[in-house]
Nanobody, 116 residues
């Protein structure tokens, strides 16, 4: 059974930084396309960033240049470095792992709050 456990969320001031982590278990991590999504209250879940294998990354326009997605296949861990956090960034951030339609998993989410 694949499990994804996020950590690293919290309260940060505007302009601050946070680093989210997602620890995976029960899978051959390196085979999965990994991503981060977020969902703010009253809004639909939206895609934030994706990493394929070790170094092919893509970002949603609102976070491009501020967020960096990375992975450590040896540690089976996904990261999201978030810099220059803005008031529009607060949300529950979810880790996602996908190999195919049947092999698709979500973490439980971690809350990010941006407030002065």
């Amino acid at each position: 059974q694949v499990q994804l456990v996020e950590s690293g969320g919290g309260l940060v001031q505007p302009g601050g930084s946070l680093r989210l982590s997602c620890a995976a278990s029960g899978c051959i991590f390196r085979f999965y396309t990994m991503g981060w999504y977020r969902q703010a209250p009253g809004k639909q879940r939206e895609w934030v960033a994706q990493i394929i294998y070790a170094d092919s990354t893509n970002y949603a326009d609102p976070v491009k240049g501020r967020f960096t997605i990375s992975r450590d296949n040896g540690k089976k861990t996904l990261y999201l470095q978030m810099n220059s956090l803005k008031p529009e960034d607060p949300a529950v951030y979810y880790c996602h792992a996908r190999r195919n339609r049947e092999d698709d998993y979500w973490g439980q989410g971690t809350q990010v709050t941006v407030s002065s």
